[in-house]
Structure formats: C-alpha cells, structure tokens
C-alpha cells in the first residue's frame, strides 16, 4: 500500500538581537504556507531564541517517527542548537532561509548566513542538509518541501519492510538477480523465500472456493472471462488468492514471482492475471522472481500515490521516435485505455489464463529502476508520454514517446547496462525520487 501522510517536525530559530516583529511576522506566513501541505506538522509557531527553549522542544519531536525536520532559520543563530538538533532528531534535515530588501540599513533577519553557519558545523559533525532559500509563502517553497518530506516517509516506509520472492529467476536471467544483504544495508528490506514448488503445492491445497471473490471482480472487468478455459482461469486467481494472503498476513510491500515455467509445467495456468490483481491492489507484483524490479514499484508507487506496471521495452521506432512497453498481462485496470477493447486473454506461448489485454492509456510517464548495471547500485531515471495508439502486442502494452530521441534513448540504455525490467507510473514524480535516492546515498541516472 501506499505511505501514509508524511510527519514533518518544524523549529523556527530566532535571535532576539534582530528585528523580533518582522522575524514573527516572516514567521508566521511561513506557517501558514506549511499548513497547506499535506503533512503532520510536529511543532509550534513559535520563535525558539536559545538552548533552553530547544531543549524544551525536543520531547515532542523524538516522540514521534519523523520523516523529516524542518528548521526556520528565521534570522541569524549560531549552529549551536542545530548541531543539537540534528545529532538528538534521527530524521532528514531540512532548513529553510528567508530573503530580505537589501535597505542600506541594518540586516533585519540575515537568515541565510545562518544556514551558511550551521551547514558549515553540521558538516563536521557528518549530518547534511537539504536547503531552501525563498520567501515565506513561495509556492516553489511548499512544493520542494512537500518533495523532501515524502521522500523522507518513502524512506521510512522501506525501513524494515519484508518482501516475498516465489523461486528463483530463470537461467541467464541476471537481470532478475538480487543481493539480499545489499537490499538489507541500502534500503532496510528483508526478504522472505519460498521454494517454487512449495508454493505452486500450498496453492493446490486451498479449496476451490477461494477463486470465487477474485472471479467475480474480474467478470466485472473482462466481458469476455467466460469463454476462457474456466479451470485454468480459476487456478490463476488461486494463485492470487494464497499471494494475497501471504501479503496480508505478513505485511509484505511486494512479491516477486518465478512465473515460468513451473506455473504453466506444474500447475496448468499463468501467474500473469495474480500479479495484475497484486498490481491493482498496491501490492506490487513482479514475474521472474525480478526482486529488484518489485522493489522499484514499491518506491514508484510510493513516490507517486499510484498504481505500477513492471514492465519490458520490447519495440522501438526510431523513425517516429516511439518505444514500446509490454508484458504479457500484469498492468493494473486503471491503466488501460477505456476507449479501446479490454478482455481477459491467454499467455501468448503457453496458451494459458489468465491475463489482462488492452492498451494504455495515453498521458505523462515516469520510468525507473533500480539497477545493477556496471556492478553499481543506481536508480535510472527517464520521463515519455503515453500516446494514444492501439495494442502492439497481446497482453498489456502501451506506445510511448521518450523526452528526448529514440536513438539517444537507447544509447543511453545500452551503455548503461540497464536491465530489461523498468517500472512506470503515470505523472513526472522524478523529483521525488531523486531526493530519495539522495536520502538512500544512490547515484541517479537520467536517461532523458
């Protein structure tokens, strides 16, 4: 699911030496430019002017599981109660400095070089900051801050999370390998492992019943689910239901799944139509037992609020500067074009349900993964827009147009080394996650 509103602790420090009014007066705009943004703030509006009164915040921050922590640099402080601050608030720190009429009198605030200041000790103290310079009410203001701050509670929300992988990836499918330990020490990411054959049997064991909730919300969406061989149909939506469960049960963020051959060998069905229900559900679900690429769609869906696809670039045209994104079925409904047909379908090689068919939707994309490429741990970025087009391929599978040349595009690709699994989301939320990779100490790859 997606993380809950962010928890933002606020400090306004001040120095009473300066113009006190007009300091409480920057203040409050500031305050409530804050309250518009859809965060918990933690704190008063208030100017703190020494130690003492620091110290009297503190309880109500450390209290609470903060996302990040704001300070007003309101006017001029030393650093001493900022390096106590971000040494006492394990939280993502953030200042904000406010600009100021250059008079010809006195500085009435001289904001910034207090944030200059206390950067300067919080450095040598190993604590970094995000910064903001801006006026109190700056509507580029609240939209950074609100950028940081959920950055901040994606981060949190990866802490100690647990993700379920199903198999093993297939030979020669490198792409699809993971470190376990390096998803432990980078993210907080735990992964439980479940022999393929173990779960493809506990799913056997479940009564048939099960299928019944999944069937009937799928009749709603393909007008065609009858027609397809209905055992086969019924054993993919088992599939969904014992993933569910787990997820539910245990709190998984994501499931990775080895879907062939061993659910078409063993079984008698495609895991494809589970994983776009996980999908749809904001449980995201990858086949290949792709750990990486399910971890991606986690952070994507929570940077953007909504639905993933884990998706294979399996067509360019470098005449038209257009790609194309598919796989063989796994896309949530609320991406499809509903301008164009949507059914259910079989797996275009085994010729098995159940899968989703149809189109995307046209609109603004964001593509990301996290990758391996070169032996370096990097989050590769790149923004297109999803055109109206028909369906390229059976399954799910949308056209889209790159930011920047098709031919560049994929120069790009190529030498990076990316692997053959993105993630996209609709909207541009690259902001977001290039403060999550900086929160995460991950180097950022723009493709476009």
């Known amino acids: 699911m997606s993380v809950e509103r962010p928890c933002v602790g606020v400090v306004a420090l001040g120095r009473p030496t ?11 705009k ?10 918990e703030l933690v704190g008063k509006p208030q100017l703190l002017f020494d130690a003492e009164a620091v110290l009297a915040a503190l309880p109500d921050l450390k209290a609470r599981k ?7 640099q309101v006017t001029f402080t030393d650093a001493t109660m900022t390096v106590e601050l971000g040494k006492e608030i394990d939280a993502p720190l953030v200042m904000w400095s406010f600009p100021e009429a250059s008079t010809g009198g006195r500085l009435r605030l001289n904001s910034f070089c207090g944030v200059n200041l206390a950067s300067h000790a919080l450095s040598r103290n190993d ?30 929300d990866l802490n100690g999370a647990r993700m379920k992988l199903v198999g093993h990836h297939p030979d020669g499918f490198d792409a699809c390998n993971f470190k376990a330990e390096q998803l432990k020490e980078t993210f907080g ?28 919300r799928r009749a709603k969406d393909f007008p065609n689910l009858s027609e397809l061989d209905q055992d086969a149909t019924r054993k993919t939506l088992k599939v969904y239901s014992k993933l569910r469960q787990d997820a539910d049960d245990k709190g998984y ?9 061993d659910f078409f060998t063993e079984y008698g069905c495609a895991a494809c139509g589970a994983l776009a229900l996980l999908n749809e559900d904001h449980t995201p679900g990858g086949c290949e037992a792709d750990m990486l690429g399910v971890l991606t769609s986690v952070v994507l869906q929570n940077a953007s609020g909504g639905s993933v696809f884990n998706t294979d670039l399996v067509d360019v045209n470098i005449e038209d500067d257009t ?8 896309a949530p409904i609320d991406m499809a074009d509903r301008d164009q047909p949507i059914q259910g379908t079989i797996h275009s090689n085994r010729k098995l349900p159940l899968l989703s068919e149809f189109a995307l939707k046209p609109g603004r994309i964001t593509v990301a993964r996290f990758s391996q490429g070169h032996e370096k741990l990097r989050l590769v970025l790149a923004g297109a827009e999803m055109i109206k087009a028909p369906l390229a391929f059976s399954g799910t599978a949308g056209t889209a147009k790159p930011d920047i040349p098709v031919a560049d595009f994929l120069d790009r690709m190529i030498s990076e080394g990316l692997e053959h699994h993105t993630a996209l989301t609709y909207g541009d939320h690259r902001p977001v996650l290039r403060a ?3 929160r995460l100490g991950i180097e950022v790859v723009e493709l476009t």
């Open 18 to 28: 300066f113009d006190v009014p007009y300091a409480e007066e920057i203040l409050a």
């Open 30 to 39: 500031a305050w409530q430019n804050l309250e518009k943004l859809d965060v």
């Open 66 to 72: 903060l996302d990040m922590l704001l300070l007003l």
């Open 127 to 156: 604590l970094g900051i995000d910064y903001i310079h801006d006026e109190p009410d700056s509507t580029a203001a609240r939209e950074q801050l609100m950028v940081l701050a959920r950055a901040g509670a994606v981060v949190n």
């Open 189 to 216: 990411v735990e992964v439980d492992q479940t022999p393929i054959l173990d779960f493809i049997n506990e799913v056997k064991k479940l009564p048939d019943s099960v299928s019944d909730a999944p069937y009937e």
């Open 253 to 261: 963020k994501g499931i990775a799944v080895r879907c062939w051959p």
């Open 323 to 330: 790609i194309v994104f598919w796989h063989c079925g796994q």
């Open 436 to 438: 999550i990779a900086k």
